[in-house]
């Protein structure tokens, strides 16, 4: 029944930008929603890149702080994650993720219950 659904990824140079966008549907909450994003790519550990909890506190991976920024417009659902500087190690598979219960805190240790299908980042020259 809920549904994530990402977009915006995409093939990029070294030092560019993309921004993923993901849309969610199926629930409605009375509080904002735990939101953010996971990574993996081939042969490394999947890892929390950002999120957002209930209470509007950030997440950054070490890897990505002053980089990578989360927002998120609560009235359609969507959170986004602006990524600017990429690298070739930020090349890899981008999951919009999210739970159902509140959370003040979140990070790459939170548990989340729904998974977006995966959207395609490559950085190369």
């Known amino acids: 029944q809920v549904q994530l659904v990402e977009s915006g990824g995409g093939s990029v140079q070294p030092g560019g930008s993309l921004r993923l966008s993901c849309v969610a549907s199926g629930f409605t909450l009375e509080s904002p929603p735990v939101i953010g994003w996971f990574r993996q790519a081939p042969g490394k550990e999947r890892e929390g890149v950002s999120c957002i909890s209930t209470s509007d506190i950030v997440f950054y991976a070490d890897s990505v702080k002053g980089r990578f920024y989360i927002s998120r417009d609560n009235a359609k659902n969507l959170v986004y994650l602006q990524m600017n500087n990429l690298r070739p190690e930020d090349t890899a598979v981008y999951y919009c993720?999210?739970?159902?219960?509140?959370?003040?805190?979140?990070?790459?240790?939170?548990?989340?219950?729904?998974w977006g299908q995966g959207v395609q980042v490559t950085v190369s020259s």
């Open positions: 993720v999210t739970r159902l219960t509140p959370l003040d805190y979140c990070s790459g240790y939170s548990r989340y219950e729904y």
